[in-house]
């Protein structure tokens, strides 16, 4: 017997195994996104997104 009978059913269903779930994965599809239409958890996600790129700002000089 060779070698390869022993070792063919350990990887058979990597290649069938997706790595991003499909549930997870994104259409490609961009939201528009309106100030106007904006509520209050978007406006705090805006801030704390700002905060966020002015302190790697900070921190690259």
Do not use: C, W
Request: charged share 35%.
């Amino acid at each position: 017997m060779g070698r390869s009978h022993g070792h063919k059913t350990r990887d058979k269903n990597k290649a069938s195994l997706p790595q991003v779930p499909k549930n997870l994965k994104s259409d490609g599809i961009d939201v528009e996104y309106s100030q106007e239409l904006a509520d209050q958890s978007d406006l705090e996600a805006q801030a704390r997104s700002n905060a966020a790129n002015q302190r790697v700002k900070v921190k690259r000089k």
